[in-house]
Every structure is written in structure tokens, then in C-alpha cells.
């Protein structure tokens, strides 16, 4: 069972460009959930998404980032216009239900650099 | 809201000896309570967590920790350390109403030896 995927594992942007992460849960989970990783630091929470819904964006920045987890494909992080402080590691998760004891399981992440 | 505490950025212990890694925890409610370990370049890796029930949890790798409602801790220890431990350790909660899953700093731990 493989578990969860996220390509590309590292990105580099300059200033003004799009990055678009991408993350395929594990086997039969349908909750992604993508956080953000500045070097020393813990995980911070961005987004929840369910097949085709945003459940909770409110650790999304107001402007350049948005999220999608369509019917078909991936679930993807689009990120606008970067900026040097977009510079992180990006990681999403997954689990099978929507319950709070419910474990999410994570990938290896994006490391995404901005020139 | 929820929030983590790792009070200690960096551990150090000797092989074979016995590791505690520290956590403290605020909620509102009954707190859901997690421990993952991150290698270098690497994603999480789930290790254990506490929904309810017995107070001490075992996990992965030898890996044990230890809820105590009082203290508001949920301490990661482990009897007998191994080099191959040497990561950066996360706590992690989440309260009731699917609310979203609350990260420590880490606590990076370094076994010698």
C-alpha cells in the first residue's frame, strides 16, 4: 500500500513565478491536508480539503495560495507570484476519516526555494 | 484555541540509556494527542498517539509516552536509546470538532555513542 505522494520533491521558483505542488493520499483516504515547514520550526496548518470541497482554509494566506482537491487527480497547492518567504518545506497529509482521533499520515514533502 | 509546548529544543542522551522527550499541551477540551518523528529530508512518521483510555500508549520502535491529565504532559520516552533515534521529534494535538492537528517547535534528539 503505497503511502502518501507529493512531486515534485523540490522546486525552485524565482521571484513572480507559480509553483504548483501536487499530493496523491494514501489508498482509499479522502481528507488531505496540506501544511507549511520554515526551517527550525514546527508544522503549521494551512488547509482541509475533501474530494471536490475546502473544509478549513484558515491557516491559508489571504492572497497568492489556494488549494484544490478535484474528483480526478491530485490534490494541488497553487501558490501565485512567489516570494522569497514562500521559501519552505511544503507537506501534505492524509487519513481515512474526518475524525479528530483519526492519525494523518504524511508525505515526504516539497521543498520549495525561491530565488 | 489548542497549543503545544516542547520545552526543550534539543536533547542529548547516551546510547542505551533511557530518553525522555517533553510536551505540554493547552485545550479547551479532551485533548487528542500525537507523536511523530521527522528524519532529515524526510516526511513525519507517525509514532503514537492518546484518544482515551489506559494513560500510557505504546508505539512504534520501542517508543511509550505517558498522558497525564493534571500536568497537562504527554511526555515520549523510550527505555533504552538507540543512535539510529537521533531525529527531530514533533507533539502534536487536536481538539474536539475536527479542528485542525497543532504542532510543537520539535525537539531534536541526538543519541551519542
Known amino acids: 500500500n503505497a503511502g502518501v505522494m507529493q512531486n515534485p520533491r523540490h522546486l525552485v521558483r524565482r521571484r513572480g513565478q507559480e509553483a504548483r505542488l501536487r499530493c496523491s493520499p494514501m489508498k482509499g483516504h479522502s481528507h488531505v491536508y496540506w501544511y507549511r515547514q520554515l526551517p527550525e520550526e514546527g508544522l503549521k496548518f494551512m488547509v482541509y480539503?475533501?474530494?471536490?470541497?475546502?473544509?478549513?482554509e484558515s491557516g491559508m494566506p489571504k492572497e497568492r495560495f489556494s488549494a484544490e482537491f478535484p474528483k480526478e487527480g491530485p490534490s494541488i497547492l497553487r501558490i501565485q507570484q512567489v516570494v522569497r518567504g514562500d521559501s519552505a518545506a511544503y507537506f501534505c497529509?492524509?487519513?481515512?476519516?474526518?475524525?479528530?482521533?483519526?492519525?494523518?499520515?504524511f508525505g515526504p514533502g516539497t521543498r520549495l526555494t525561491v530565488l | 484555541a489548542q497549543s503545544v509546548a516542547q520545552p526543550e529544543d534539543q536533547v542529548n542522551v547516551a546510547e542505551g540509556n533511557p530518553l525522555t522527550v517533553k510536551c505540554t499541551y493547552s485545550?479547551?477540551?479532551?485533548?487528542?494527542l500525537f507523536w511523530y518523528v521527522q528524519y532529515p529530508n524526510r516526511g513525519l512518521q507517525f509514532l503514537l498517539k492518546?484518544?482515551?483510555?489506559?494513560?500510557l500508549v505504546k508505539g512504534s520502535y520501542g517508543f511509550e509516552a505517558e498522558f497525564n491529565k493534571s500536568q497537562t504532559s504527554f511526555h515520549l520516552k523510550k527505555p533504552s536509546a538507540l543512535v539510529s533515534d537521533s531525529a527531530l521529534y514533533f507533539c502534536a494535538v487536536r481538539d474536539i470538532g475536527n479542528t485542525p492537528l497543532v504542532f510543537g517547535k520539535g525537539t531534536r534528539l541526538s543519541v551519542i555513542a
Open positions: 480539503l475533501q474530494k471536490e470541497n475546502i473544509i478549513d
Open positions: 497529509a492524509s487519513s481515512p476519516l474526518a475524525a479528530s482521533t483519526d492519525t494523518q499520515y
Open positions: 485545550v479547551s477540551g479532551n485533548p487528542y
Open positions: 492518546y484518544i482515551t483510555g489506559d494513560n
